[in-house]
């Protein structure tokens, strides 16, 4: 199975931009017919899809963020990043990377899932 790790920063200030990465291990990231997506849960509230590359590097963002949203690559450290800019206390989530198959942005299913990293954002 694919293997995926968040890793960042747990605190970020407001106004400031947040930077993760995912890393993944037992796969590649540039694997046919994969795509790499960025997730969040905030407190008490549902998943939100915010982005994803897929494996040929065309990236795809949620509406609702796109303005904010970075996603990029390195296919040479099989990492994929995610960089949220102008954050408010509203962006306080735990961030997930996970990883499917389907082709659809937002997909309904994911194959396999990082654990998650809280971050919050201070006021």
């Known amino acids: 199975q694919v293997h995926m790790q968040e890793s960042g920063p747990g605190l970020v200030k407001s106004s400031q931009t947040l930077s993760l990465t995912c890393t993944v291990s037992?796969?590649?990231?540039?694997?046919?017919?994969?795509?790499w997506h960025w997730i969040r849960q905030p407190p008490g509230k549902g998943m939100e899809w915010m982005g994803a590359i897929a494996y040929d590097g065309s990236i795809y963002y949620s509406p609702s963020l796109k303005s904010r949203t970075s996603i990029a690559r390195d296919t040479s450290k099989n990492q994929f990043s995610l960089q949220l800019s102008s954050v408010t206390p509203e962006d306080t989530a735990v961030y997930y990377c996970?990883?499917?198959?389907?082709?659809?942005?937002?997909?309904?299913?994911?194959?396999?899932w990082g654990q998650g990293t809280q971050v919050t954002v201070s006021s």
């Open positions: 037992s796969g590649s990231i540039t694997s046919s017919g994969y795509a």
């Open positions: 996970a990883t499917e198959r389907a082709g659809i942005y937002p997909p309904q299913e994911y194959d396999y």
